[in-house]
């Protein structure tokens, strides 16, 4: 019982880390401002939309005979968060030709700002798999490792006697240093 609450542990400690160091990568990458900007577009378009388009929207609230203020607002906020994903589903649609101005410029701006949002997404994965095959990592929380230092052609042949001179020795649990081009380590794995 002991053993597996420590295991827990561990395992809730690297997954609040890994947790850490996305939030980090997304805000290196601008991710939480583009997340901002999409939802201050759909804020901004959905209360245009309610103020063009206020008949469609009641019209369109089929669940009550008196809609609220609320009401309204989640029913515009969910037709900009259907627009932005799926540009529509027709549910909700413009009716005059200033609605359709609006609707046109919202879908533009936020093919553009979910576009910049997924692709620094991308970014922060990318990266973080680049360093994880790199072996960049927090160094403070290491420990049982096999440290290596400098590199040498026979590389190979150090790491395979190694390795058979210690069966039990993982391998993300050696520890390369050297001053190379990362396209080695990459040729090596």
């Known amino acids: 019982m002991k053993n597996l ?12 880390n890994e947790i850490k160091i996305f939030i980090n990568l997304f805000k290196k990458e601008n991710v939480f401002k583009f997340l901002n900007i999409i939802i201050v577009l759909n804020i901004i378009s959905g209360l245009l939309f309610l103020i063009v388009e206020h008949n469609k929207v009641i019209n369109s609230i089929s669940y009550t005979q008196n809609p609220t203020l609320i009401d309204k607002l989640i029913s515009v906020f969910y037709w900009g ?60 929380k290491m420990k049982d490792h096999f440290i290596i230092c400098g590199w040498k052609k026979s590389i190979h042949q150090i790491l ?29 794995q």
Do not use: C
């Open 160 to 188: 395979f006697e190694l390795i058979s001179l210690n069966p039990k020795l993982q391998l993300n649990k050696i520890i390369i240093i050297a001053n190379i081009e990362p396209d080695t380590i990459e040729l090596f």
């Open 5 to 16: 609450l420590v295991i827990l542990k561990e395992k809730l400690s690297n997954f609040i």
């Open 81 to 140: 968060i259907v627009t932005i994903a799926t540009v529509g589903y027709g549910d909700i649609s413009p009716e005059n030709p200033i609605g359709r101005i609006i609707v046109s410029i919202f879908i533009y701006f936020s093919i553009a700002s979910v576009t910049l949002f997924t692709a620094n997404i991308t970014s922060a994965f990318t990266t973080k798999k680049m360093m994880e095959r790199r072996g960049i990592m927090n160094v403070g």
